[in-house]
């Protein structure tokens, strides 16, 4: 591919602003391909608001956002997720009524080839695809280990599995670049263990870059290698775990709130 040696991501001077509160001020982002890269910082800090401008929820006040080189700044969510992008929520968000091995039919759908007519006929190529379809989101389902829940109703799983089925249901759409949005938050200590394994092994084996937003900072210190510091809308530092973890401003603004303290 010709964008090749190009950052997955980049945000130039994205600003955003809610009538007079201004979320997100001047931030800037470099996270290059195959990255696990951490944003983090205390509440309303504009993590999440940076994820739905990523994500195209939002549209920023200004500045713009780049995948592999291409300004995605204003797509709608739709189109940035056929371009690669996909996330999960803060607070979940999962069709709770249907089934496990549903929800991520829902997100394989967003690459899906047969069009409506053909669907509407059952023409063999569409009941191939639906066969294949349903393969392709069982060895999902088993690469986050919930294959032997596929028939229950999403509502039905503990909080841990839900935020595992959003990660399976995030990688049906095939992304090249995943956004996860607090996913040990609700978590139990061996969940976060296995969460930390499933997110490093999901990279590998899916080729992905990560973006991982976390207030555990075992598992942002455990398995970033970079990441980002927001307080207020601003950048207040960059860097590595071991640069993040003594920089004074961080533990001032951040760190030093007994967020450390409790690991
Ligand atoms: N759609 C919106 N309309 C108005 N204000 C918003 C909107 N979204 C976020 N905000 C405000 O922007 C600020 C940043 O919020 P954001 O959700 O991005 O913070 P966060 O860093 O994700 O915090 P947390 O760690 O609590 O999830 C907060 O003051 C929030 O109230
Ligand atoms: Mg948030």
Do not use: W
């Not at 607070?91 to 053909?118: C, K, M, S, Y």
Request: hydrophobic residues 45%.
């Amino acid at each position: 591919m010709s964008d090749k040696g190009l950052p997955a991501l980049v945000c130039e001077n994205v600003t955003m602003r809610f009538g007079g509160l201004t979320a997100v001020s001047e931030f800037n982002l470099v996270v290059p391909e195959g990255a696990l890269f951490g944003l983090i910082g205390p509440n309303g800090a504009g993590k999440t608001t940076v994820f739905n401008i990523v994500s195209g929820v939002l549209h920023p006040s200004a500045g713009s956002v780049k995948l592999f080189g291409d300004d995605i700044s204003g797509f709608s969510p739709d189109r940035i997720a056929h371009r690669g992008i996909a996330r999960t929520f803060q607070n979940i968000r999962l069709f709770r009524n249907l089934t496990v091995l549903d929800n991520v039919l829902v997100g394989l759908h967003v690459r899906r080839e047969a069009n409506l007519a053909e669907a509407l006929l059952a023409l063999p190529r569409h009941r191939a695809e639906e066969a294949r379809m349903a393969s392709t989101a069982t060895q999902l389902l088993r690469d986050v280990g919930l294959e032997d829940f596929s028939s229950y109703r999403a509502s039905a799983l503990p909080y841990g599995q839900q935020r595992r089925l959003e990660i399976a249901r995030a990688l049906a759409t095939g992304p090249r670049v995943l956004l996860l949005d607090e996913p040990a938050a609700g978590m139990n200590p061996a969940e976060t263990e296995d969460l930390m394994r499933l997110i490093t092994d999901i990279r590998e084996r899916f080729d992905l870059t990560i973006l991982l937003i976390e207030h555990e900072m075992k598992v942002v210190m455990g398995i970033c290698e970079r990441m980002t510091v927001l307080d207020h809308g601003e950048t207040i530092a960059e860097g590595t775990p071991a640069e993040i973890q003594c920089n004074e401003r961080v533990i001032k603004a951040y760190l030093g709130g007994g967020v450390v303290a409790e690991n």
